[in-house]
């Protein structure tokens, strides 16, 4: 089974540019979640969805960023403007809240540096 | 709120030799515990988690993790390091009802020389 799939793996671009993150979380999964990874802060988490609605996006930074999931297979995570402490990696991940066993499956992430 | 510290940020082993990573927890009930391990340029992957029951949990890789509630603490072991296990390790806990909401530790970096 493919796992969680997120695009592009490595994007660069510059201050003030749009930049939109994709997810495909595992198919029949129907929690998802977008973290940030950094050296300063570690892993953190922006925002999650339950059958695609967000629960909790507490942890999304301020109004830049915006997190969508249209549908169970997409998620996007945009940020507008981009900034340079924008730049981490970037996380998704999903899981089956059906079976609670708490494991979520990560995919290998989006690298994003802002020039 | 619950939170997570590893204080080891970095720890170097040779390979061969035994290998515990330290974990300390902060919630207010029993926790879900976990263990994740990420190579260089990869997702995190599960090594192996606790829930309820016996506070010594076997996972993946030959790792395993005790539970010890009186000193809040998840650390994780492995007799035998092997050069594969160079990786970073994320201890993580879990609120009962929302179990894969998780909050991460700062990570351990592992190094195996040979």
């Known amino acids: 089974d493919a796992g969680v799939i997120q695009s592009p793996r490595h994007e660069v671009t510059e201050m003030g540019q749009e930049v939109t993150l994709r997810c495909k979380p595992i198919?029949?999964?129907?929690?998802l979640f977008w973290y940030r990874q950094t050296m300063m802060r570690g892993l953190e988490l922006l925002i999650y969805f339950n059958n695609n609605v967000p629960i909790d996006d507490s942890g999304m930074p301020e109004d830049r960023f915006s997190a969508k999931m249209p549908n169970a297979s997409f998620s996007t995570l945009k940020i507008q403007p981009s900034e340079p402490r924008d730049s981490a990696v970037y996380f998704c991940a999903s899981s089956s809240q059906d079976t609670n066993t708490g494991e979520l499956f990560f995919g290998e992430g989006s690298r994003l540096t802002v020039l | 709120a619950q939170s997570v510290t590893q204080p080891d940020i970095h720890i170097t082993v040779s390979e061969g030799a035994s290998l515990e990573l330290r974990c300390n927890y902060s919630y207010g009930a029993t926790p879900y515990l976990f263990w994740y391990v990420q190579s260089p340029g990869q997702g995190l992957q599960l090594l192996l988690k606790y829930f309820s029951g016996d506070t010594l949990v076997q996972g993946i890789k030959g790792f395993e993790a005790e539970f010890k509630r009186s000193q809040s603490s998840f650390n994780l072991r492995k007799p035998s390091v092997h050069w594969s296990d160079a990786a970073e390790y994320f201890c993580a806990v879990g609120a009962h009802g929302t179990a894969s909401k998780l909050t991460f530790g700062t990570g351990t970096r592992l190094q195996v020389t040979l």
């Open positions: 198919s029949g999964h129907n929690s």
